[in-house]
């Protein structure tokens, strides 16, 4: 069974950083590429940040490039999303998905930026 557990999020001031884990279990997770995809109420999921199995490629949406970092511990199945210099727009549920059994996504947790 596929399991995706998220932690890490909280209420942070603009400007801050904050360091969000993803979790993996119940299939082989160094062949697969995972992402963080951020929703907020009455929005669809995008992605922000990609890294494919072996750490060689990543990807950054436009409004996260050089401020998120991604990257991934295969030995602990767990892959982390650095959010720094963090705006009050990039308040939202992030979740870590995988691409294995047609798309997983976590439950979520959830970040707030506000003074």
């Known amino acids: 069974q596929v399991q995706l557990v998220e932690s890490g999020g909280g209420l942070v001031q603009p400007g801050g950083s904050l360091r969000l884990s993803c979790v993996a279990s119940g299939f082989t997770f160094k062949w697969f590429a995972m992402s963080w995809d951020p929703q907020v109420p009455g929005k669809e999921r995008e992605l922000v940040a990609s890294?494919?199995?072996?750490?060689?490629?990543?990807t950054y949406g436009a409004s996260v490039k050089g401020r998120f970092t991604i990257s991934r511990d295969n030995a602990k199945n767990t892959v982390y999303l650095q959010m720094d210099s963090l705006k009050p727009e990039d308040t939202a549920v992030y979740y870590c998905k995988t691409p294995f059994a047609g798309g997983t996504w976590g439950q979520g947790t959830q970040v707030t930026v506000s003074s």
């Open positions: 890294m494919t199995g072996g750490g060689g490629s990543v």
